[in-house]
């Protein structure tokens, strides 16, 4: 703790890693499960990671008072209520055993994002973080390449071979991985030389790949609508319409000739829900019996434990709340009623106003970028509902950039307008080389 407490972005980094401990003891063999799960060594080293980091960035806090003075943005004290809510919760919890955990570990992980707001503090320690994230996808997509080359039994998954898993447990996580990434490689694009450009590029459509052999729909649809929104919002139109084109013949593509990663029901094409909106629809009839707090936090599948009004035998395996219920904010709902999500929404949201609403610069659209993708994204999977995942990591990363890097403006500002400037120099330089020597190539 000692450590992290000294050097804060080794904190980040285990912070980052910690959805890999499940995933790297997943072993890819066939097993069906029809009970609830017993927490494993990686359930209690994770725990015990984030309680660790939880107060290291409290202390951080508390020692820096004077930098703060006592001031915490809003979309911080909206997540206080948030988890003063959650906590309250486990008084009428359908689980309180689960309840409680994930409240004490949303609670532990809120205390490390507060010591990471406090930690950004100027210009080089955003450099370091996005560095770190860029750093964290390239080992993670080498680490992925190396699995389906040397390792391809633990690289498809068995369930349906046609679907790349990589390093992770499930092929969706790594279509999540690869939704995130291109924010992350692309700012790293607009940083680094000519020769730089073209590893970044050639990782990016290696990303592509690993994302359609995925088969996540999900996010490869949203990644797709990421980049138009990203073009639209930095206003360049004539990029977006050659966008749009070639985003259209894709879909039309996999649409009338979908690969086979992206087939689930051969009757019904590669939109149908896998029976999602089946469970969406019996767990709102549920939440209308409790619609304003709830049956509490993270409950999930939980919440059709002993009732009649609705029959689950074709949708579960069990009604526990290991079961999630395929939508982020429908499991909010399910354990804090409206109030809950309305609170969920506000603190999710006011972190993308402020990257959006004052000078757009390329780390404060990729932060934006990400946060609103992982917020569609969330219609249909469980990708934000506090600590679990690899999504509702790099969003709170994401989310504590947003609120923070606006007060940096000017210093980000000048910073695009000088990589801007390096750029259109080794432009020149081109230029110049091939003006000399005719038969240059680079």
Same mark, same amino acid.
């Given at each position: 703790?000692?450590?992290?407490?000294?050097?804060?972005?080794?904190?980040?980094?285990?912070?980052?890693?910690?959805?890999?401990?499940?995933?790297?003891?997943?072993?890819?063999?066939?097993?069906?499960?029809?009970?609830?799960?017993?927490?494993?060594?990686?359930?209690?080293?994770?725990?015990?990671?984030?309680l660790?980091?939880?107060?290291?960035?409290?202390?951080?806090?508390?020692?820096?008072?004077?930098?703060?003075?006592?001031?915490l943005?809003?979309?911080?004290?909206?997540?206080?209520?948030?988890?003063?809510?959650?906590?309250?919760?486990i008084?009428?919890?359908?689980?309180?055993?689960?309840?409680?955990?994930?409240?004490?570990?949303?609670?532990?992980?809120?205390?490390?994002?507060?010591?990471?707001?406090?930690?950004?503090?100027?210009?080089?320690?955003?450099?370091?973080?996005?560095?770190? %994230?860029?750093?964290?996808?390239l080992?993670? *997509?080498?680490?992925?390449?190396?699995?389906?080359?040397?390792?391809?039994?633990?690289?498809?998954?068995?369930?349906?071979?046609?679907?790349?898993?990589?390093?992770?447990?499930h092929?969706?996580?790594?279509?999540?991985?690869?939704?995130? *990434?291109?924010?992350?490689?692309?700012?790293?694009?607009?940083?680094?030389?000519?020769?730089?450009?073209?590893?970044?590029?050639?990782?990016?459509?290696?990303?592509?790949?690993?994302?359609?052999?995925?088969?996540?729909r999900?996010?490869?649809?949203?990644?797709?609508?990421?980049?138009?929104?990203?073009?639209?919002? *930095?206003?360049k139109?004539?990029?977006?319409?050659?966008?749009?084109?070639?985003? *259209?013949?894709?879909?039309?593509?996999?649409?009338?000739?979908?690969?086979?990663?992206?087939?689930?029901?051969?009757s019904?094409?590669?939109?149908?829900?896998?029976?999602r909106?089946?469970?969406?629809?019996?767990?709102?009839?549920?939440?209308?019996?409790?619609?304003?707090?709830?049956?509490?936090?993270?409950?999930?599948?939980?919440?059709?434990?002993?009732?009649?009004?609705?029959?689950?035998?074709?949708?579960?395996?069990?009604a526990?709340?290991?079961?999630?219920?395929?939508?982020g904010?429908?499991?909010?709902?399910?354990?804090?009623?409206?109030?809950?999500l309305?609170?969920w929404?506000?603190?999710?949201?006011?972190?993308?106003y402020?990257? %959006?609403?004052?000078?757009?610069?390329?780390?404060?659209?990729?932060?934006?970028?990400?946060?609103?993708?992982?917020?569609?994204?969330?219609l249909?999977?469980?990708?934000?509902?506090g600590?679990?995942?690899?999504?509702?990591?790099?969003f709170?990363i994401?989310?504590?950039?947003?609120?923070?890097?606006?007060?940096?403006?000017?210093?980000?500002?000048?910073s695009?307008?000088?990589?801007?400037?390096?750029?259109?120099?080794?432009?020149?330089?081109?230029?110049?080389?091939?003006?000399?020597?005719?038969?240059?190539?680079?």
């Amino acid at each position: 703790m000692y450590i992290f407490y000294k050097r804060f972005i080794i904190a980040i980094g285990f912070f980052i890693i910690t959805p890999l401990f499940s995933a790297l003891m997943y072993t890819n063999k066939e097993e069906w499960i029809n009970v609830e799960v017993a927490t494993g060594l990686q359930g209690y080293l994770r725990a015990g990671i984030l309680l660790s980091l939880g107060l290291v960035g409290i202390f951080y806090f508390i020692t820096h008072w004077n930098q703060h003075k006592d001031k915490l943005p809003v979309h911080f004290i909206v997540l206080g209520i948030f988890l003063l809510f959650a906590l309250i919760s486990i008084s009428y919890s359908v689980d309180r055993r689960y309840t409680t955990i994930r409240a004490f570990l949303f609670l532990a992980t809120s205390g490390f994002l507060l010591g990471l707001h406090t930690w950004l503090d100027n210009k080089k320690k955003f450099e370091q973080l996005f560095n770190l %994230l860029f750093y964290y996808v390239l080992i993670l *997509s080498l680490l992925t390449l190396f699995f389906v080359v040397f390792e391809p039994s633990r690289a498809w998954w068995w369930k349906e071979p046609s679907r790349l898993l990589g390093i992770w447990d499930h092929p969706a996580v790594l279509g999540a991985f690869c939704m995130i *990434s291109y924010p992350i490689l692309i700012w790293k694009f607009t940083k680094v030389g000519w020769k730089g450009k073209g590893l970044i590029g050639l990782l990016l459509i290696i990303t592509f790949l690993f994302h359609v052999a995925s088969g996540s729909r999900t996010t490869l649809g949203t990644s797709m609508f990421g980049f138009i929104l990203w073009l639209i919002i *930095s206003k360049k139109f004539k990029e977006l319409i050659v966008a749009s084109v070639l985003v *259209s013949i894709f879909f039309i593509g996999i649409a009338t000739s979908a690969p086979a990663s992206m087939r689930r029901d051969k009757s019904k094409g590669i939109f149908f829900l896998t029976e999602r909106d089946l469970i969406w629809k019996g767990a709102i009839k549920i939440i209308e019996k409790s619609p304003l707090i709830g049956y509490g936090y993270r409950v999930e599948a939980k919440i059709f434990d002993d009732q009649k009004e609705y029959d689950i035998s074709d949708l579960f395996f069990i009604a526990t709340a290991q079961q999630p219920l395929h939508s982020g904010y429908i499991s909010i709902a399910a354990g804090g009623g409206l109030v809950g999500l309305l609170l969920w929404l506000t603190l999710l949201t006011i972190p993308i106003y402020k990257s %959006l609403h004052s000078n757009l610069t390329i780390e404060k659209g990729t932060v934006a970028l990400i946060m609103i993708m992982l917020m569609i994204t969330n219609l249909t999977e469980t990708a934000l509902t506090g600590y679990q995942s690899l999504t509702d990591i790099m969003f709170w990363i994401a989310w504590v950039i947003g609120g923070n890097i606006y007060k940096f403006d000017k210093d980000f500002t000048g910073s695009t307008i000088e990589d801007e400037n390096e750029n259109l120099k080794l432009t020149g330089e081109l230029v110049d080389e091939k003006s000399i020597h005719p038969n240059y190539t680079g």
